[in-house]
């Protein structure tokens, strides 16, 4: 069975750090594209980053650039998302997902987990 796992969020204050992680069971993580998402109450799920499968490829909604950072450890099957600087509008439930198809930011991907709290508040 595929499952992806999300795992590290929690409460931050503002300005703090958090690193997210995404792994993955019952398949091979190296063959996916992955891409990270948030969903906030009352809110469409949005994406916030993703990278390719090789790796050679990434990209990040505007509102995280320069702040998260995704990268990939292909021989720990783990996707994961550094986020610093965290602001209070990045509270959500943050979600990976996964496809063989390069997908961008797009919600399109096949698998997904069931996501991860992240509160940023003082």
């Known amino acids: 069975q595929l499952q992806l796992v999300e795992s590290g969020g929690g409460l931050v204050q503002p300005g703090g750090s958090l690193r997210l992680s995404c792994a993955a069971s019952?398949?091979?993580?190296?063959?996916?594209?992955i891409g990270w998402f948030r969903q906030a109450p009352g809110k469409e799920r949005e994406g916030v980053s993703c990278?390719?499968?090789?790796?050679?490829?990434?990209n990040y909604a505007d509102s995280v650039k320069g702040r998260f950072t995704i990268s990939r450890d292909n021989a720990k099957n783990t996707v994961y998302l550094q986020m610093n600087s965290l602001k209070p509008e990045d509270t959500a439930v943050y979600y990976c997902?996964?496809?063989?198809?390069?997908?961008?930011?797009?919600?399109?991907?096949?698998?997904w987990g069931q996501g991860t709290q992240v509160t940023v508040s003082s």
């Open positions: 997902a996964a496809d063989y198809r390069y997908l961008e930011l797009s919600t399109g991907y096949n698998y």
């Open positions: 019952g398949f091979t993580l190296r063959y996916y594209a």
């Open positions: 990278v390719s499968s090789s790796g050679g490829r990434t």
